[in-house]
C-alpha cells in the first residue's frame, strides 16, 4: 500500500557575489510574479527534473536563464527549508553562491530587473533570502580567511596590491600588507605570468600573478 504525502516545493537559490568600488555586492532579480511580484530577491527556480541531472546543475541552470550568466565559480551553501519561508506552502531552498569578477556579471546588468546591490545594504528581501544572503556573507569571510577562495572576484591576471585590496574586502578589515604578501607566497598557489601592469596610483608597474592548480589554505588568519 502506497500513501500519498503532501509534495514540497523545491528550488534552488543563488547568491551571486562580486565587488565593485572595494563593495562587496549581490546581484538580485525583480521578481516577475507573485508571490511578492516587483520585490528584488536573490536568483532562484524549481528544480526541472526533466533536465536538471543534480542540484548544481539546477543552480548553474538558473543562472544562465535568468541573468545570461555561465561557467561561474559556485558552491553549495546550505539547505533552507520549513512552512514559513514560502506563502506557497512547505519549502526547502538549497542555496548556493557565486563568486565571480565584476566584469563577468556586468552583462546581466543589460537586462531588464536584475540589479547589483551592496550585501549590507539589501532591505528586507522576499522569503528567506536575508538569511541566505548573510550565510553565504558569513561563509566568504569564514572559508576567506584561510583560503585563496576571495581571489575568485579576480581576473585570471591580478597584481598583489590587487589581491590585498580584495581580502580586505571580503574580511571587512584591514590587513597588515608585508604579512599578507609573505603569507600568500609561502603558500604556493601564486605563480608569476611574466607580465607586469601599472596600479592606478602607483609609480612604476607591478608583477602579474596567477592562481595555480593548487589550493592554498592557511594554518591561521592573516
Known amino acids: 500500500m502506497t500513501e500519498n504525502y503532501p509534495q514540497p516545493i523545491l528550488t534552488v537559490d543563488i547568491v551571486p557575489l562580486t565587488i565593485r568600488d572595494g563593495r562587496l555586492c549581490v546581484l538580485l532579480a525583480e521578481r516577475p510574479n507573485e508571490p511578492f511580484a516587483g520585490r528584488l530577491a536573490l536568483l532562484g527556480g524549481y528544480v526541472h527534473v526533466d533536465k536538471d541531472r543534480t542540484l548544481g546543475d539546477t543552480a548553474r541552470r538558473v543562472l544562465r536563464d535568468k541573468a545570461g550568466l555561465d561557467r561561474l565559480y559556485v558552491e553549495q551553501l546550505s539547505t533552507f527549508s520549513g512552512p514559513q519561508r514560502d506563502p506557497r506552502g512547505w519549502s526547502a531552498s538549497v542555496a548556493y553562491f557565486s563568486l565571480t569578477p565584476l566584469e563577468a556579471v556586468e552583462p546581466a546588468l543589460e537586462r531588464s530587473g536584475i540589479s547589483l546591490v551592496e550585501a549590507d545594504r539589501t532591505q528586507a528581501l522576499p522569503f528567506d533570502h536575508d538569511a541566505i544572503l548573510a550565510a553565504a556573507v558569513s561563509r566568504l569571510r569564514a572559508k576567506g580567511a584561510y583560503s585563496d577562495l576571495p ?62 592548480t593548487q589550493a592554498a589554505v592557511f594554518p591561521r588568519r592573516f
Open 151 to 212: 581571489a575568485r572576484f579576480l581576473g585570471p591576471n591580478f597584481t598583489l596590491a590587487e589581491l590585498h585590496r580584495t581580502y580586505q574586502v571580503v574580511l571587512g578589515e584591514k590587513i597588515n600588507i608585508d604579512a599578507f604578501r609573505r603569507k600568500v607566497m609561502e603558500r604556493g598557489f601564486l605563480e608569476p605570468t611574466g607580465e607586469k601592469r601599472r596600479d592606478e596610483g602607483a609609480t612604476r608597474p607591478s608583477e602579474l600573478y596567477r592562481l595555480t
